[in-house]
């Protein structure tokens, strides 16, 4: 069965692979978890350390420092992870913007084309296969992906049973996670 796709990418679109790849990092996940919670803990322990006559003053200060962090980081740490992927994004992809990209679906592999290059994707390179509201990313074993935005594409409900067919026969994950949001 060969099927073709044609499609292109926007910052959004690299944006929310980058941000879908960083949620989902082991590394990341706990780096974040980490950052979140050692300040607050370490003002907390820092408030409960007598202070002269004003123990109870510092005490407080310092646990409602904790607070506010616990409540505004997690509000600052998304912002700023989205302005990071933004400039990385603008820098190393801003000439693939709008560009038109086609994926032709073969027997046994994928033909990636656009107006520079051309590439040959074996079904056994693949990964996984992750669905997000926005988009279809196909995770390659070299740790590529590839991006097939919904928006853009004119052909993406026969992809993606083509896609669903496609990992039972390789026996790789199809993860649907369509209730995906950046937090």
């Not at 074996?122 to 296969?129: H, T």
């Not at 853009?152 to 896609?163: C, G, P, R, T, Y």
């Amino acid at each position: 069965m060969s099927m073709t796709l044609q499609f292109s990418l926007d910052e959004t679109d690299y944006l929310n692979y980058q941000l879908f790849t960083a949620s989902k990092s082991r590394n990341i996940i706990k780096k974040r978890q980490r950052n979140r919670f050692l300040l607050p803990v370490f003002f907390i322990v820092l408030g409960l350390f007598p202070r002269f006559d004003l123990t109870e003053r510092f005490a407080q200060i310092y646990i409602l420092i904790a607070l506010l962090w616990l409540l505004l980081y997690p509000l600052w740490e998304k912002k700023m992870y989205i302005n990071h992927f933004k400039k990385h994004i603008t820098e190393h992809h801003k000439n693939n913007f709008g560009r038109t990209s086609t994926l032709e679906f073969e027997e046994r592999a994928i033909i990636a084309k656009d107006e520079n290059s051309e590439s040959k994707i074996s079904f056994n390179e693949f990964e996984q296969i992750d669905e997000v509201p926005s988009a279809i990313y196909i995770k390659l074993k070299s740790g590529q992906s590839i991006i097939l935005p919904k928006k853009s594409a004119n052909n993406i409900d026969e992809i993606k049973v083509f896609l669903r067919n496609l990992s039972n026969d390789i026996k790789i994950k199809y993860i649907d996670d369509n209730e995906w949001k950046w937090k």
